[in-house]
């Protein structure tokens, strides 16, 4: 996916700023490629992250440093920090454009992208390797490099259903950085601030629902390939869980999928509000 950087993103690095007022924070710096990497697997749409073509990204929207790590490990988390960048400036740029077009608020946030095995404090708690969230407190996403590769390869879920022969794919990275933004832009306009106003899964599901919008976007920008739409649905289906009528649920694997799909369908933001309120809930 093409990704030009934007104003209005922030990524804390100690050495460079990677695009105009985004920041990335400290001691994430993405280490240098290394010669070698993982043999790429049979399925293009599988491929290993760190033997995929990121050629896309832009090269000003990549700086960093070498960190001290092995050769394999530094070309996997070196590849995967550029596509999680890449795949962030994509979502940063969508909304900064619907945005502007709106006369809403214009859209910024900080992000970290902690390799394998680091933890990063932020106000919302430590990282650990299966981070993914978006802390209000700090307007930080928060992305693990290592789920991000268990989320490529198929390997990560939440739910004991067998997800066997389901497509898995650099979409289904890309789709749950779109839902992290999505929490961002959120808390922007005001959605969520009040606990009150919506249960939590109200709100996760509407972040499916717009990820679903941005998706629907990048259709209409010839920037979809082959399986893609399948690996959203597929990836909705892995992180759904079964904790209903706990506050901390984020929906069924049907219902996640069903909002994913709503917002694909539908590519306005406007139409993600009938998920707020929807009866699923």
Not at 71 to 96: I, K, N, P
Not at 112 to 117: I, K, M, T, Y
Not at 153 to 166: F, I, L, M, T, W
């Amino acid at each position: 996916m093409q990704s030009p950087t934007h104003p209005g993103l922030r990524a804390v690095l100690v050495t460079a700023a990677v695009a105009a007022g985004l920041t990335v924070l400290p001691g994430t710096a993405a280490p240098a490629a290394a010669a070698t990497a993982d043999p790429a697997t049979a399925d293009p749409a599988a491929a290993d992250p760190a033997t995929a073509d990121l050629a896309t990204a832009d090269p000003a929207a990549t700086a960093g440093t070498a960190r001290d790590a092995t050769a394999a490990s530094a070309a996997r988390a070196g590849s995967m920090w550029d596509f999680l960048q890449t795949q962030l400036l994509d979502v940063h740029e969508y909304w900064s454009r619907f945005q502007g077009a709106a006369g809403g608020p214009a859209t910024s946030v900080d992000y970290v992208f902690p390799v394998p095995g680091e933890v990063f404090p932020t106000s919302c708690g430590p990282s650990d390797d299966n981070s993914m969230f978006y802390c209000p407190a700090d307007d930080l996403v928060v992305f693990s490099q290592d789920v991000a590769i268990r989320l490529w390869n198929g390997e990560y879920q939440v739910n004991p259903d067998d997800h066997a022969g389901k497509v898995a794919g650099d979409f289904a990275v890309a789709l749950m950085v779109a839902h992290e933004y999505a929490h961002n832009v959120q808390w922007e306009i005001g959605l969520g601030t009040d606990p009150a106003e919506f249960p939590l899964i109200a709100l996760e599901l509407h972040a499916d629902c717009w990820a679903g919008v941005w998706m629907n976007d990048s259709y209409y920008a010839g920037q979809l390939q082959g399986t893609d739409v399948e690996e959203a649905v597929a990836t909705m289906e892995r992180l759904g869980d079964y904790e209903v009528g706990n506050p901390t649920t984020h929906g069924t694997p049907a219902q996640r999928a069903a909002a994913f799909l709503h917002g694909y369908d539908s590519g306005e933001p406007v139409a993600c509000d009938a998920v707020l309120t929807h009866s699923w809930l």
